[in-house]
């Protein structure tokens, strides 16, 4: 039996998981966390390739609403679930199945999709570009003083369970996802993959814990974390593993990093990922305390881009033709004239004059504004052939608020 590329069948689930699993280790999932992926899994968009009856690639996509510069959400297919198994290599299945994906995300009217890697340097071959960065910080709370600002004391805060409270912290998260290119609107169900707290997975930690801020009796804010426990022969150095922390308004964000320092036993905050601006940086008086790492998070990649470029703002006026190279999506090779401003904007084919010259992928780590074109040309990925056109682009692609993804998928 030859190898089929097809979609996913409700009765092959189980063993297009098991394929999936096996490629990034093969570690055994928990029924629970199994059936949180099963239940956001969609199966119309997921699909693998079978050979012989066995599912030897898999690939699929969640439908998302991203945020945008100008605070629009447009929808973005959030690629997911990528693998080819090891004995399938070199075999082209890897492209036939991202080819097949952007023709169906195409299709369906996305102008935008979306993915986070393990290994970056296989993507930019199929044209998606890093567009947003990680901050991870592991917080020295003995030798910095707590954040404070006033207002904090007029700040309740309460410990609750994670479980309990999710509605709550979805509805901070909804009203913050507008405010910051990168982040997600999510379909329901996704929230419970958030409080996932599977005791294999703790790394010595203790349970996940969740603490709420409050300002007369609405909830403002909140963070999700866990302690791990140490002690050396100075005494306790524990660890506050934290999830995730978010809050509507400076004082709730500093009342709860108050919080976080002043945990028990504890003598640093580790957190996976904040955006490269984030206010904790000046809620403190030395931020080299904060041991910084940056990461890229968020892969970005036109699939449209006449509609990608048109469903964004601009933080100034801009008029330019970009020369766009897409091999791979042919549909987007050519000269577009992008006109907009703080307003919105308009994108369509021209025969005038290039101006600019990139390839989508340089587009994609451009689009949020989280990397400067003027960057890219430096590094020889965009080409100004009028000029003055690349400081215009530049300054024009440019963010206010630094792009960020809130979690992996």
Known sequence: ???????????????????LNRAFGGLPLPEENRALQRAVTEPERSFGIWDDGDCVATAG?????????????????????????????????????????????????????????????????????????????????????APELPGVDGVRLRLVDPVAAVADCERVYARLVPTRPGMLARRPGWERLLVRDDPNGRDGAGVLQCVVAEVDGEVRGYARFAVQPSHDHTGPTGKVLLRDVEAL????????????????????VSVRTRPVDDALLHLVPDMRRCDIRLDESLFVRP???????????????VEVVLEVSDPFCPWNEGRWRLSGDAAGAACARTTAPAELALSVRELGSAYLGGFSLR?????????????????????????????WLPHGF
């Open 1 to 19: 039996m030859a190898s089929e590329l097809r979609t996913l069948r409700d009765t092959e689930w189980d063993n297009w998981s098991n394929a």
């Open 303 to 317: 699939v449209e881009v006449g509609a990608a470029l048109a469903a964004r703002t601009y933080r100034t006026p």
């Open 375 to 403: 960057a890219l040309a430096a590094a020889g990925r965009v080409r100004e052939l009028r000029p003055g056109a690349l400081a215009e682009a530049a300054r024009a692609f440019g963010s206010e608020v630094a792009p």
């Open 61 to 145: 996509a969640f439908s998302f609403g991203l945020t945008v510069p100008g605070g629009a959400e447009v929808p973005a297919a959030g690629v997911t679930a990528v693998s080819v198994r090891s004995t399938h290599r070199r075999r082209g299945l890897l492209r036939s199945m991202m080819r097949h994906q952007l023709a169906d995300v195409r299709e369906r009217g996305e102008p935008l999709a979306v993915l986070t890697s393990s290994e970056p340097a296989i993507y930019g071959r199929f044209g998606y570009g890093p567009a947003a960065q990680d901050m991870r910080l592991a917080v020295d709370t003995v030798r910095l003083p």
């Open 249 to 268: 308004d400076p004082v709730g964000y500093a009342a709860l990093w108050r919080f976080l320092f002043g945990i028990d036993l504890t003598t640093s």
